[in-house]
């Protein structure tokens, strides 16, 4: 470890429940390099499946069908323009690049915890799983969230406001609190300012609210509603509960203070 690592106060049970070495800051620039480089590629891969449809031959060896490619938008941007993609392809691409972006934001400036190479390709996956679940989700006629013939639709309206508002929240909460803790009058004291004053574990709860609406807006909202129940209740008995843990151990009465300030744990107004 760092001279800047704290022991993790917490039973051996509660860390092992942990996705993340709390207080740890090791720096592991090899994982971290291998999980910004599996994000950089996600829009490549998340291109493909939208504009070439890889993948769908074995879908259609199943006897699943898939929607046509749609007419290209016309931005006027040539860019743009010139991937081919429908406006509806042309928002999920770019609800990839913008996870794409803010998770490399995150690894590089924001993360100050230790990420081992296995836990860079697991993570990186992970995240693919569900762009591509979405993707695949979207030209596939049983379960895409564009059969109407009107655009925008309001399985897109919705999920993009949700996308947008979740993604923003995570984003903006984690750079707030990367600069309390960048300050050396705040060491050893829990940030409870900006958006965490709304709820204990913001950033959680805005990840929470961005997968579910990556998931409506592919996949209509069965699949929105069923991506953000399972992220809400992982969040709510996994992982809330073991940073809970930490919290209580290492700020004492700074965070039971916090915890009677702020009532919400991760969405504010509804838990």
């Known amino acids: 470890m760092t001279d800047e690592s704290i022991p993790d106060p917490r039973s051996e049970a509660s860390r092992k429940r942990d996705l993340i070495a709390r207080g740890d800051h090791t720096r592991t620039p090899v994982g971290k390099a291998a999980f910004f480089l599996l994000r950089a590629v996600e829009p490549y891969l998340q291109y493909s499946i939208l504009a070439h449809g890889v993948g769908t031959g ?15 938008a016309q931005t006027g941007f040539s860019a743009i323009d010139g991937l081919g993609l429908s406006p509806y392809r ?21 993360s100050g915890e230790p990420m081992t190479v296995r836990d860079a390709i697991i993570i ?7 762009n591509s679940v979405s993707s695949y989700a979207f030209i596939l006629r049983a379960t895409s969230a564009s059969l109407e013939s009107t655009f925008p ?3 897109l309206i919705v999920g993009s406001a949700l996308y947008v508002t979740g993604i923003l929240t995570e984003l903006i ?14 060491k050893g004291k829990p940030y409870t300012g900006g958006l965490w004053s709304f709820a204990r574990h913001i950033n959680y709860g805005g990840y929470t609210l961005w997968r579910a609406g990556y998931a409506l807006t592919g996949g209509g909202w069965i699949m929105g509603a069923i991506v953000g129940a399972f992220f809400f209740s992982d969040f709510a008995t996994r992982a809330v509960p073991v940073l809970s843990d930490y919290c209580e151990k290492r700020y004492g009465e700074d965070w039971d203070k916090f915890k009677k300030q702020t009532k919400y744990r991760l969405i504010p107004g509804i838990y």
Do not use: C, Y
């Open 58 to 72: 074995l879908l259609h060896s199943v006897g699943l069908r898939t929607l046509p490619p749609g007419l290209p």
């Open 90 to 110: 042309l928002v999920l691409l770019g609800m990839a690049v913008g996870s794409s972006v803010k998770q490399n934001i995150w690894v590089t400036a924001l």
């Open 124 to 130: 990186g996956v992970f995240n693919s799983v569900f």
């Open 153 to 155: 639709q309001p399985a």
């Open 173 to 186: 909460a984690e750079i707030q609190r990367k600069r309390f803790k960048a300050d050396p009058k705040n």
